[in-house]
């Protein structure tokens, strides 16, 4: 099992896919290593290849506030994308980066090992829940794997263009919220 700075080092140095000749920086991630919940986005965006930190830009303050609206803060989650450098243009990342990338998402997520871990958008359910994953169709729904509970909802960057799916967005926050006091109350139970 590597540690969090061998990961850090392997990052930042990774060639593994052709991400790697366009990036500015390595995107790893931020919030508490000790989260119970995990969030995981698509790629950087202009303004987080260019700090090297994930959701700082427009759909990162609306992330925030998603979060806020629950009551949760970054010292309560970490957050992370699924691939760790920008694609040009923000195009989707092909699938052929996707997977060079997920060895350092697999291991962020063995290192945290979060109770819930919640994919924002289409890629990263696809990646992570289902191949066929439909984000309108399956998205606040739980679905169990290996001790976590993982959902979907939409990307913040969806609900910027398009409001009306806040209302749905609004539902599934709030579902989160109670899995989250349900597996905390368990825990103090124990
Ligand atoms: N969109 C993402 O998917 N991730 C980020 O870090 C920023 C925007
Ligand atoms: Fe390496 Fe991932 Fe960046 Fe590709 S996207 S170069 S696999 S860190």
Not at 136 to 142: L, S
Request: with cysteine; proline share 5%; charged share 30%.
């Amino acid at each position: 099992m590597i540690t969090w700075d061998e990961l850090e080092k392997y990052c930042s140095a990774c060639t593994k896919c052709p991400l790697a000749e366009t990036r500015h920086n390595v995107v790893i991630g931020k919030g508490n290593r000790n989260a119970d919940i995990m969030l995981v986005g698509e790629g950087p965006g202009y303004h987080e290849d260019m700090e090297g930190v994930p959701f700082v830009g427009a759909a990162g303050q609306l992330l925030d506030k998603m979060l806020a609206s629950i009551g949760l803060g970054l010292d309560e989650v970490y957050i992370a994308n699924i691939v760790k450098c920008r694609p040009p243009q923000n195009r989707d990342p092909l699938p052929e980066e996707r997977e060079a990338c997920m060895d350092y998402l697999r291991c962020q997520y063995l290192l945290i090992r979060p109770k819930i871990l919640v994919c924002l958008g289409r890629i990263a359910a696809q990646a992570l829940i289902d191949p066929d994953f439909r984000i309108t169709r399956q998205r606040g729904q739980w679905f169990g794997k290996k001790g976590c509970y993982m959902t979907a909802t939409y990307h913040p960057s969806a609900l910027l263009r398009d409001t009306s799916k806040k209302r749905e967005a609004w539902e599934d926050l709030k579902e989160i919220r109670k899995k989250y006091d349900e597996l905390r109350d368990n825990t103090n139970e124990q």
